[in-house]
Structures are given as structure tokens and as C-alpha cells.
């Protein structure tokens, strides 16, 4: 039974073409994409979850591309209180940029907002970042760290619901 409704707001950051869109909606609507568009439509989606007992509303804010400008507003991170990260595991230079996504999110946005570190086109065999280095990398900055594939599905739920269940559950 459902106790009660929390709601948390969760932002995407991370390079353009990592797969950001792709991920909300592999999460959001099972659905995939080759042509993914630029941006989900809206600048937030609703998708309620259950955690234990409480029925959870996530509001999943995705960017419009202005990320290629590194000029998001500061309104997108406003009252995150989580945030996933997303690299490509083929590009070295996607998670490269990952780790500035960690300081200005800690710097311009929430400094306590839960990090995902997130590797994400999993399916791909020209994988560039090595997983220790992630991991190593995750774990000394305190941030959560999965590897996924909005194309096939793999890790997606886990890394939303992980983070999710990981949020201070105050109201
Ligand atoms: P965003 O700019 O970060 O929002 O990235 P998009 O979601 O628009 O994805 C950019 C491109 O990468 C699109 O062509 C997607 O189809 C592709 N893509 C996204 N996720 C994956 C994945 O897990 N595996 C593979 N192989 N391609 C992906
Ligand atoms: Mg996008």
C-alpha cells in the first residue's frame, strides 16, 4: 500500500549525443530511438515510481541542447535534489567533461544534490573508459556509478530507481 507522495526533481547533465534523451526515455516509455531527437518535447517529464512504501514522483528535467553551449540555466538545476551525469563510454572525452558537469552542478547548482555517474552506450564494442577508472573515480567524489544502454535497455531502471531510492525521503 502507498503511503505517501514524495516528489523529487532529477536533471540530466553531461555532453551533447551521450544519450541523455535516450535514457529518460528508455526509463520513461520503454522506447528507443537511432534518430533521437533533440529533446523529450518538454523541459521535465513526470514518471512516478515505488519505492518501499511510498509512491515516488519523479520529475525528469532533460535539456534542449543547450548543453553544446555549456550555458544551461541556472532554473534547470534549481531544487534538484538529484542529478544523473551521463558520459559515453566510447569517448574519453565525454567522460572527461562528465567530471566538469560534477563541479558546476556541486558549484552553480545544489551542492548536495545525489550524483549518478552514469557510462552510458554500453552495447557499443569500442569502449574507451575503462569501468575501474570510472568507478575509482565515482567512489573518491561520492557519486553513485552505473553503466548502461538506453538502446538495449541494460542498467537504465537501475540507475533511476537506484538514485531515487537513495534521496533523503523528507517531504
Ligand atoms: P543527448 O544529446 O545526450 O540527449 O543524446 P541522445 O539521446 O540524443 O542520443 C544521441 C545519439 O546517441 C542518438 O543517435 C542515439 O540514438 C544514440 N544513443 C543513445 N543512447 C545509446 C546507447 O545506449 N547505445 C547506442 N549505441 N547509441 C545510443
Ligand atoms: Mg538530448
Not at 528507443?32 to 523541459?43: K, L, M
Not at 572525452?93 to 545544489?110: C, H, I, M, P, T
Request: aromatic share 10%; charged share 25%.
Amino acid at each position: 500500500m502507498t503511503q505517501s507522495l514524495l516528489q523529487f526533481k532529477l536533471v540530466l547533465l553531461g555532453d551533447s549525443a551521450v544519450g541523455k534523451t535516450s535514457l529518460v526515455l528508455r526509463f520513461c516509455k520503454d522506447q528507443y530511438s537511432e534518430q533521437q531527437e533533440p529533446t523529450i518535447g518538454c523541459s521535465f517529464i513526470n514518471h512516478n515510481v515505488e519505492i518501499g512504501e511510498n509512491e515516488v514522483k519523479l520529475q525528469i528535467w532533460d535539456t534542449a541542447g543547450q548543453e553544446r553551449f555549456h550555458s544551461l540555466a541556472p532554473m534547470y538545476y534549481r531544487g534538484a535534489k538529484g542529478a544523473l551525469i551521463v558520459y559515453d563510454i566510447s569517448s574519453l572525452e565525454s567522460f572527461e567533461k562528465a567530471k566538469d558537469w560534477v563541479k558546476e552542478l556541486r558549484y552553480q547548482g545544489n551542492p548536495k544534490a545525489k550524483i549518478a555517474l552514469v557510462g552510458n552506450k554500453l552495447d557499443l564494442n569500442s569502449k574507451k573508459v575503462d569501468i575501474e577508472v570510472a568507478q575509482n573515480y565515482a567512489t573518491k567524489a561520492g557519486l553513485l556509478f552505473y553503466e548502461t544502454s538506453a538502446k538495449t535497455g541494460m542498467g537504465v531502471q537501475e540507475v533511476f530507481l537506484g538514485l531515487a531510492q537513495s534521496l533523503p525521503k523528507e517531504k
